[in-house]
């Protein structure tokens, strides 16, 4: 079809070609931004873009799938991990005092606490496929040749996909890209940035609506 890249030519590209990858994926990037949809169809656009179609794409080339960081961490990995999630806990409950994200948050709609525990692992989903994207389709290849270039190319799309979000999340999103490619990067595996952004999310989800519902009260303004 006229306007995509064809699976022919992409087989025909050069194998193994590190720097057509950030070429072929940065566009990517914004394709689910820019088709919307409403949750459980975005979650359909994000497996497809940031991990289905990838994948195909860096197997096209010749590369595997654990050269992106699709391995378990090691220990420097999951310390750092550990260390991030507990940071995270004081700035969830910050986060709560600030009306825009108090009420932007959950994303999803719900029936119930068991239905919103379904939905966060939908949730998972999707942060499962962000991570394999930004942090390991995007970042490790080019940063056996240039860490800081492939750090800071990953952050910009990661960056500019959360605008139209409370404000405060775009400088956030800058300085949080930076961290989890840094700590992945130090994991060698873009899993600890995955369990940081699912379980951090689910956290601040669980704080909103409980705040909200009333069932905690100490993080109101």
Not at 209 to 221: C, I, N, R, T, Y
Request: charged share 15%; with cysteine.
């Amino acid at each position: 079809m006229k306007g995509f890249i064809s699976l022919a030519s992409i087989l025909s590209m050069p194998k193994r070609n590190l720097h057509l990858l950030p070429i072929l994926l940065f566009p990517i990037s914004f394709i689910p931004w820019v088709l919307g949809g409403e949750f459980i169809i975005h979650t359909v656009y994000v497996l497809l873009f940031y991990l289905l179609l990838p994948a195909l794409i860096v197997k096209a080339l010749g590369f595997e799938l654990k050269e992106f960081g699709l391995r378990l961490p090691n220990g420097r990995g999951l310390r750092f991990f550990a260390a991030l999630f507990l940071l995270s806990i004081p700035l969830s409950l910050y986060g709560t005092k600030v009306p825009s994200m108090r009420e932007y948050y959950p994303i999803f709609t719900y029936s119930g606490w068991g239905d919103f525990f379904l939905m966060e692992l939908v949730m998972g989903a999707i942060m499962l496929a962000h991570e394999a994207f930004y942090r390991g389709f995007l970042l490790f290849p080019l940063a056996r040749k240039n860490e800081w270039l492939a750090v800071i190319l990953q952050d910009i799309p990661y960056t500019l996909v959360h605008i139209g979000k409370p404000g405060i999340e775009v400088p956030y999103a800058f300085v949080a890209g930076i961290i989890f490619a840094k700590m992945d990067l130090e994991g060698e595996s873009f899993l600890p940035s995955f369990l940081l952004h699912w379980l951090g999310s689910a956290f601040f989800d669980f704080l909103c609506v409980a705040v909200k519902s009333g069932l905690l009260s100490f993080a109101l303004p």
